[in-house]
């Protein structure tokens, strides 16, 4: 089974879409700081139930959103047309991007980027995102640090992130130390009616050292311009922070197909 199929439902009515509500707060600010543009063109990768991608479009961005997962994107299209915007969102493999100097921004949000379990994934994921960009464009997404996979998220052990008259869901993570490989084995009921369904979904996320991230940014053409261990402060990272921020701009473009 893919993941975020039935899963998409818990993760649309949990505590999950807050994480993208706080980055939309901040991102103003942000934009402003950096010399980003306040306006324009927003792609957002792997965008998920489509928080993020709505937030940007009352702010004023003409946004598209893009994931692999359908019934993700059929909750942002409701979501969208509820809050009354044109958002666009579409199918696809975030390794597989195909747009061309069309953005100014792009997103990737939640540690979505430590989906990719293998080098070679990142790397095709920047060269997709490089040659969306305009020239110039900027680039900002998270990622789950080794220290947080590890130490963070193996403290969520059998943990109930979510708890509610008709939604519960349970996470019992596992981390293996050879790989630096996370694995999040959640378990989701869903009330119908008298009854509750059952989900299960398994979820990988691989844990990168800051510096190799910062070479495959730069070898598919990002300038990083800064590496921060808090959004919200523009505080560098630390030893153990579990989560780390990049902000990297466009400097030479990779060539379209």
């Known amino acids: 089974m893919s993941l975020y199929q039935k899963f998409a439902q818990i993760y649309a009515k949990g505590q999950y879409p807050d994480f993208s509500l706080h980055f939309s707060s901040l991102l103003p600010n942000i934009c402003q700081k950096y010399g980003i543009p306040e306006k324009g063109k927003l792609l957002d990768v792997a965008c998920g139930e489509g928080t993020f991608a709505i ?87 998270d990622m789950n640090t080794i220290y947080g996979l590890s130490n963070r998220w193996s403290a969520q052990s059998n943990s109930v992130p979510i708890d509610t008259e008709d939604l519960i869901a349970f996470h019992r993570p596992i981390f293996d130390f050879e790989k630096q490989l996370a694995t999040m084995h959640i378990t989701g009921f869903i009330r119908q009616n008298k009854y509750w369904e059952r989900i299960d979904e398994i979820h990988q996320e691989k844990g990168y050292p800051i510096g190799s991230i910062k070479y495959l940014l730069e070898e598919t053409g990002f300038e990083v311009v800064d590496i921060l261990g808090s959004i919200e402060s523009g505080t560098p990272p630390k030893v153990d922070s579990g989560r780390v921020w990049f902000i990297a701009r466009k400097s030479h473009p990779t060539e379209c197909h």
């Open 55 to 141: 937030q940007a479009a009352l702010q004023g961005w003409s946004v598209v959103g893009m994931d692999q997962s359908e019934e993700m994107l059929n909750l942002a299209r409701q979501q969208s047309a509820q809050a009354g915007v044109s958002t666009k969102f579409e199918k696809i493999d975030m390794r597989e991007l195909d747009r061309c100097d069309e953005f100014d921004l792009s997103t990737c949000l939640f540690d979505a980027v430590n989906y990719m379990l293998e080098e070679i994934d990142l790397k095709l994921t920047f060269s997709g995102v490089n040659r969306a960009l305009k020239p110039n464009g900027w680039f900002i997404f």
